[in-house]
């Protein structure tokens, strides 16, 4: 999974990055998605998913500081079957990365990616499936054993392509408010992604030194990205934050899909 950084490679990455962390930063979620789907459309997929986990880490710590004390220490007691259940599942699905051939991965993260704006658009109601509706009750969610299901599940496919949705819409379920909710996902993501930092060494997912460092540095533009975000959140409403992260991931999910097929 060699990466060589072109000049224009690198101000790709720089830029992929940062708007990622700023839409993340006002949003809440969708550094990995958005970052992911995009530099997957100009690398090899496995390179990607590798290249965006020292990033995800950063972006992470820097959003759980808007936790308090009190709050780190309640929300870490009141999801741990969800983040322990996840970090086993995302080590399985890091180990599957490197075994998934490129254009069917392409594919897949451009359907997954789809399928995420078809779920959370407003505009075309779904009907809703009876399976799903139970799942959306908040006391079911609450227990140990489903967050355990639901994480694990998750972790596979979070390790295989860097998507959480899923693990966002599930703690959407809880009706936290934004702050809280923005939160309580980086808690989980810090804790999946401090793990995923050694794992990834260890898989070999980091051929070399240089991509080591690439990543790293890639963390500065990201954190950045963050900081813009998090100060233009109060300003943003809810129905144009939705928009714009529907937007890029509509186009990046498009382009994964085409370019996958060979079509473009």
């Known amino acids: 999974m060699p990466l060589a950084l072109s000049v224009e490679l690198a101000a790709t990455v720089v830029v992929v990055v940062a708007v990622a962390g700023a839409v993340n930063g006002v949003a809440g979620f969708g550094f990995a998605v958005v970052g992911t789907m995009a530099l997957a459309a100009a690398l090899d997929p496995a390179t990607a998913v590798a290249f965006m986990i020292l990033p995800m880490f950063a972006v992470n710590v820097a959003l759980v500081g808007d936790l308090t004390r009190e709050e780190l220490r309640t929300c870490g007691t009141r999801f741990a079957p969800l983040l322990l259940a996840a970090v086993v599942g995302t080590v399985a699905g890091m180990a599957l990365l490197d075994r998934l051939p490129e254009a ?38 609450e ?79 990201a954190v950045a990205g963050v900081a813009v975000g998090k100060r233009l959140r109060g300003r943003v409403s809810e129905r144009l934050r939705r928009g714009v992260v529907l937007g890029l991931l509509t186009a990046i999910g498009v382009r994964l899909v085409l370019g996958g097929a060979g079509v473009v």
């Open 104 to 141: 069917p991965v392409r594919v897949l993260l451009g359907l997954v990616s789809l399928g995420f704006v078809a779920t959370a658009q407003r505009v075309v109601p779904l009907p809703a499936l009876p399976a799903l509706s139970e799942a959306n009750d908040r006391g079911l969610a």
């Open 143 to 221: 227990r140990p054993a489903v967050m355990a299901a639901v994480g694990a599940v998750s972790g596979v496919l979070f390790g295989a392509t860097n998507v959480g949705v899923q693990l966002v819409a599930f703690v959407r379920r809880f009706d936290l408010s934004h702050g809280l909710f923005v939160g309580v996902v980086a808690l989980v993501f810090v804790g999946i992604n401090g793990l995923r930092v050694g794992a990834a060494g260890a898989l070999g997912l980091y051929p070399d030194s240089g991509f080591a460092l690439a990543s790293a540095a890639a963390a500065v533009p």
